[in-house]
Nanobody, 124 residues
Framework: QVQLVESGGGLVQAGGSLRLSCAASGRTFSNYAMGWFRQAPGKEREFVAT????????YYTESVKGRFTISRDNAKNTVYLQMNSLKPEDTAVYYC?????????????????WGQGTQVTVFS
């Protein structure tokens, strides 16, 4: 089992920045690829970004490329999502997820463990 706890969400003006953190406990963190997903009110959960175990490979959904950066610190069992130039359409609950698959990609079914989420609200 892997337990994931997100933090860092909040209320921010458009154009601002937030950094989300996801702390993992349980199994060996470096064995897992990590991802961030988000779900806006009335919408399906969507993929945001993913990073492999070594941080040597990342992938982003098109709408956040150039604005968001996913990173991880295996020594701290933590994955991050740096979000810059935030837009109102980024408003959502953000979830981190851990996958045993070496490269789970943007597919939620490839992730085995999920956090409870953290709210991000961007106002204009």
């Amino acid at each position: 089992q892997v337990q994931l706890v997100e933090s860092g969400g909040g209320l921010v003006q458009a154009g601002g920045s937030l950094r989300l953190s996801c702390a993992a406990s349980g199994r060996t963190f470096s064995n897992y690829a990590m991802g961030w997903f988000r779900q806006a009110p009335g919408k399906e959960r969507e993929f945001v970004a993913t990073i492999n175990w070594s941080a040597g490979r990342t992938y982003y959904t098109e709408s956040v490329k150039g604005r968001f950066t996913i990173s991880r610190d295996n020594a701290k069992n933590t994955v991050y999502l740096q979000m810059n130039s935030l837009k109102p359409e980024d408003t959502a609950v953000y979830y981190c997820a851990a996958g045993r698959n070496s490269w789970p990609g943007p597919y939620s079914y490839n992730y085995d463990y999920w956090g409870q989420g953290t709210q991000v609200t961007v106002f204009s």
